[in-house]
């Protein structure tokens, strides 16, 4: 007598009865040649979709440079004694505000600002340095030792007009030293800056420097200067006419030709400075001098944001100031951890982006090795031989050796030749018959020799000539 099945539960199954298919009504229906026709595909709708403008892909081939600039900056950091820290992408919009300042470029025209459905307002960070002190005040960092060196990485966001260096979501790194009013600080940060470039192989960037003051001194250079702008009221453009009355120091930044040529014969601010921050900027200038850390002074150079005092600086490719923009840029910023409600705290950071490094590292062409070829290349044709590899690639793995594989492949030449790309110095063969017979056939990548090894010795055999 059959069996009966049994359930998983020990009882038996019972019989279903079979049934006939269901006989389809009509005739099937046949397509003009008298064969069945097939069912007809749904359309799909279709959506172009495409990348935010100003926005890019850092594609798998492009990892290479980032990977190194991640390290790179890491090492450095470390080095002078920089610790990580996060913050989040986005903050309550105030802080930007009144950090990097109404009337800034950043606040005016740039931020991505959004509202909760609670009514929350926020923005995408724009820059770090608001964030960083931010956390310093919340975090009681005051009580740490003094200056608490902070640095961090990722991206930042900015809606500019797009365009060759000029991205709106970039990616940059920033140095901060918070407590600290001393020189040494701000040349600390510099020259952690140098060698990060100098270690990615960066050849000919130059330093510009420049003092801005402080609130005793700087009031008086900024009438000096709205004195000035305002001869020349009928030559500036729209843009500037409102910096004249909202934030004259940026009337020195403008890009435009005809402002352009009104800039070098304006007032200089190291003239107004206070015996304080001429004292801090001498002093700035010698520790970089016995550093013997060229620079060029900058008298007309104030940056873009509202907090700096006393130091500011940039740093450039080449020995001119080119169209792709300042690789580098910082200063000191005395007030704003007592703007944001902390105790008087100076401070001073820089900041610099991912992307127009890089692309000074593409056009200086720096060699900026991929990340470390596999050493062995696993190589299968047909199931069993697949199946083996795959065991044998885990193995492999496991004992730290690094493993490359084309499982998608079925071919051996094509296997042979993605092992060849990837400069594997040891391919591993497993077909059919060496699944069967337990074994793999090991081949000598650079001299093309074939050996038949036993499977439970290609590991103590592979490892022997990796040594
Ligand atoms: P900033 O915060 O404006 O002083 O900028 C610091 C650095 O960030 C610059 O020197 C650039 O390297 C980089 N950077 C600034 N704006 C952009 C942008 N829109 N796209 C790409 N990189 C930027």
């Not at 790194?173 to 407590?179: Q, T």
């Not at 001073?348 to 720096?366: H, L, M, N, T, Y």
């Amino acid at each position: 007598m059959p069996r009966k099945k049994q359930t998983k539960r020990g009882r038996p199954k019972k019989q279903t009865k079979r049934t006939k298919p269901k006989k389809t009504r009509g005739r099937p229906k046949k397509s003009k040649r008298g064969r069945p026709s097939k069912p007809k595909k749904p359309k799909i709708k279709k959506i172009s979709v495409q990348s935010p403008k100003g926005t890019h892909d850092i594609l798998p081939e492009n990892q290479k440079y980032w990977i190194k600039m991640r390290k790179t900056i890491n090492n450095v950091a470390e080095e002078y004694g920089f610790k990580r820290i996060d913050t989040p992408i986005f903050e309550d919009v105030n802080l930007y505000i009144k950090g990097t300042g109404q009337s800034t470029d950043i606040i005016q025209k740039e931020i991505y600002t959004f509202k909760t459905k609670g009514g929350d307002a926020y923005a995408l960070r724009p820059e770090f340095t608001p964030g960083i002190v931010r956390s310093y005040i919340e975090h009681g960092m005051k009580k740490r030792p003094q200056p608490v060196k902070l640095y961090t990485l990722g991206p930042v966001f900015r809606h500019d007009k797009p365009q060759a260096g000029r991205y709106r979501q970039f990616y940059q790194f920033n140095f901060e030293s918070i407590g600290d009013q001393s020189s040494l600080s701000d040349v600390q940060i510099i020259q952690a800056f140098i060698h990060i470039l100098k270690r990615l192989k960066i050849k000919n960037f130059t330093l510009y420097i420049n003092s801005i003051g402080c609130p005793i001194c700087a009031p008086e250079y900024k009438k000096a200067l709205v004195q000035y702008y305002r001869k020349h009221r009928n030559d500036i453009c729209v843009d500037c006419k409102k910096r004249l009355k909202e934030n004259p120091l940026r009337l020195l930044d403008c890009k435009k030709t005809k402002c352009k040529n009104i800039i070098p014969e304006a007032p200089q601010v190291v003239d107004f400075l206070c015996d304080e921050c001429k004292e801090h900027f001498k002093e700035t200038l010698e520790l970089l001098d016995e550093l013997e850390i060229s620079y060029i002074l900058d008298p007309l150079m104030v940056r873009g944001l509202d907090y700096y005092t006393k130091t500011v600086f940039e740093i450039w490719e080449g020995d001119q100031k080119s169209e792709i923009g300042a690789l580098v840029g910082g200063g000191r910023y005395d007030n704003l951890v007592e703007m944001f409600g902390g105790k008087p705290t100076p401070a001073v950071g820089a900041a610099a982006g991912f992307e127009r490094i890089i692309s000074i590292i593409k056009k200086q062409d720096i060699k900026v090795r991929e990340k470390k070829k596999p050493e062995i290349f696993m190589v299968q044709l047909g199931e069993m031989g697949k199946r083996r590899s795959l065991k044998l690639f885990e193995e492999f793995r496991k004992k730290g050796i690094r493993v490359g594989e084309a499982f998608s492949k079925d071919s051996m030449k094509s296997q042979l030749k993605a092992a060849d790309k990837r400069k594997a110095k040891i391919a591993l063969i497993i077909g059919q018959k060496e699944a069967i017979e337990e074994n793999v056939i090991l081949r000598d990548m650079t001299s093309g020799n074939q050996e038949v090894i036993p499977m439970n010795k290609i590991m103590k055999e592979v490892k022997k000539r990796l040594k």
